[in-house]
Nanobody, 114 residues
């Protein structure tokens, strides 16, 4: 079992920045990769970014150049630095860990005002 706790969401004006954190606990050694997804009202959950245990990253096209995913292995924590935020980035952001199955955090709300 893997437990994930997100933090760092909030309200920001367009053009602003936020940093999300996701702390993992439990069966950490079973995790192959971690990532962030988001879900806006009335829309399906979509990929934002992922990072493997080796540090390889992958980004959705709509966040490339604006968002950066990183990890601190010593703290078992993954971060999502979000810059140049736009109103269309408003969503609940979910942390996920990929092991034998996918584990999900409870989500953190990000709201970007115009």
């Amino acid at each position: 079992q893997v437990q994930l706790v997100e933090s760092g969401g909030g309200l920001v004006q367009a053009g602003g920045s936020l940093r999300l954190s996701c702390a993992a606990s439990g069966s950490i050694s079973s995790i192959n990769a971690m990532g962030w997804y988001r879900q806006a009202p009335g829309k399906q959950r979509e990929l934002v970014a992922t990072i493997t245990q080796g540090g390889r990253t992958n980004y959705a096209n709509y966040v490339k150049g604006r968002f950066t995913i990183s990890r601190d292995g010593a703290k078992d924590t993954v971060y999502l630095q979000m810059n140049s935020l736009q109103p269309e980035d408003t969503a609940v952001y979910y942390c996920t860990a990929f092991a034998r199955m996918a584990y999900w955090g409870q989500g953190t709300q990000v709201t970007v005002s115009s």
